[in-house]
C-alpha cells in the first residue's frame, strides 16, 4: 500500500462535482459535501452500500455509548449538505432509537424538548455543548433524563470533555469522521475513554511524518492517513486527512474491542511547526 502515492483534498476539489466517482450517477441516491470555504466543494457520493457501511459505522458508534432500543437522541447538527445530522439520523434509524432530528439552532426550544420527550443521548459539534451549557446556566434548567453526549467535528481537548461532562452530569464521546472517508463515524472514543477506535475492517491507519510522508513508528505523532477498504462511489486511497494524531495501541481495549486507537486530535498539519523534528502547533 505504500507504493501507492498519497491523495489530498486539492485532488478532490480539482475533480468537483463527480470527476472521481466510481459509479454512475445513476447508482447515486444522496450525496455530502464540504463548505467549500477555501475553493471548489468536496463533494462526496453515495450508493446504497455506501450508505449500508455509514449506517453501520455510526450504530457501532451509537452502541459503543450505550444506546438501546427506543432511547430518545436529540440530533442537533444540521440536516443538510453537511453529513453530520444525516449520520446520526441513519445509525439511530438502525438501532431503533426514537429520534429527535431537531438540527441545529434555537437552544431555548431544544432545551425544552429535551425535557419534554426525555432526551437521553445528545450529539452535537464540541461548541454546541458550550452553548447548551449556557443556556442551562442562565435559565436554571435542567435535562435529568440526559445521561449521553457524542460530540465531534471540533478539537476535542479532555480538559473540554471534563468540563462538559461535569456541568451536564452526563458521559461524554468524542466521535471522529470527516467528509472524503463517507462522514462522521470514522471512529469514535469507548467507555473505556483512552483513545478513538477507528473501524479497521473499514479503514486503513496510517500515520505518516507530516515533512516527508514516511510511516512513524506507533506512538509517534503525525498525520493520519486513511485508506477506505468498502466505499464504492467515492474510495480513497491513502487519503491525507490533515489531522495531527498518534497510534495509541493495536492491542486489545479495556472495553474488548480490538480495532486500533489514536489518541485524541491535536490539531491540524495547516497550522503545524516543525521545529528541530518536533511537531508544534503555531498560535496566533
Not at 111 to 122: L, M, N, S, Y
Request: glycine residues 12%.
Amino acid at each position: 500500500l505504500r507504493k501507492i502515492p498519497t491523495t489530498d483534498k486539492i485532488l478532490l476539489r480539482e475533480n468537483y462535482p463527480l470527476g472521481l466517482s466510481c459509479v454512475s450517477k445513476k447508482e447515486v441516491l444522496e450525496m455530502h459535501m464540504s463548505s467549500g470555504s477555501t475553493g471548489s466543494p468536496i463533494v462526496v457520493p453515495y450508493t446504497q452500500a455506501d450508505l449500508d457501511q455509514w449506517t453501520l459505522c455510526m450504530a457501532r458508534c451509537l452502541r459503543m455509548a450505550g444506546a438501546q432500543p427506543a432511547d430518545v437522541i436529540q440530533i442537533t447538527p444540521a440536516f443538510g449538505l453537511f453529513n453530520g445530522g444525516f449520520g446520526f439520523y441513519h445509525g439511530a434509524e438502525e438501532l431503533g432509537l426514537f429520534v429527535l432530528p431537531t438540527g441545529a439552532g434555537n437552544t431555548q426550544r431544544q432545551v425544552r424538548i429535551a425535557r419534554d420527550f426525555g432526551t437521553r443521548i445528545i450529539t452535537g459539534v464540541v461548541s454546541y455543548a458550550i452553548r447548551l451549557m449556557d443556556v442551562l446556566e442562565k435559565t436554571g434548567e435542567s435535562l435529568p433524563d440526559l445521561e449521553v453526549g457524542i460530540f465531534g467535528a471540533e478539537t476535542f481537548s479532555d480538559a473540554m470533555k471534563d468540563r462538559i461532562s461535569a456541568e451536564l452530569g452526563i458521559e461524554v464521546f468524542d466521535i471522529y469522521g470527516l467528509t472524503e472517508t463517507g462522514g462522521v463515524g470514522t471512529g469514535m472514543d469507548c467507555p473505556a475513554h483512552d483513545g478513538l477506535h477507528i473501524w479497521e475492517d473499514q479503514y486503513i491507519v496510517e500515520v505518516n511524518d507530516p515533512a516527508t510522508g514516511e510511516a512513524l513508528p506507533d506512538g509517534e505523532t503525525g498525520e493520519l492517513v486513511l485508506t477506505t477498504l468498502t466505499r464504492e462511489a467515492l474510495p480513497v486511497l491513502r487519503f491525507k486527512t490533515g489531522d495531527i494524531t498518534r497510534v495509541i495501541s493495536r492491542d486489545r481495549c479495556a472495553c474488548g474491542r480490538t480495532h486500533v486507537r489514536i489518541a485524541p486530535l491535536t490539531g491540524r498539519t495547516d497550522d503545524m511547526l516543525v521545529v528541530k523534528g518536533e511537531i508544534g502547533r503555531a498560535h496566533v
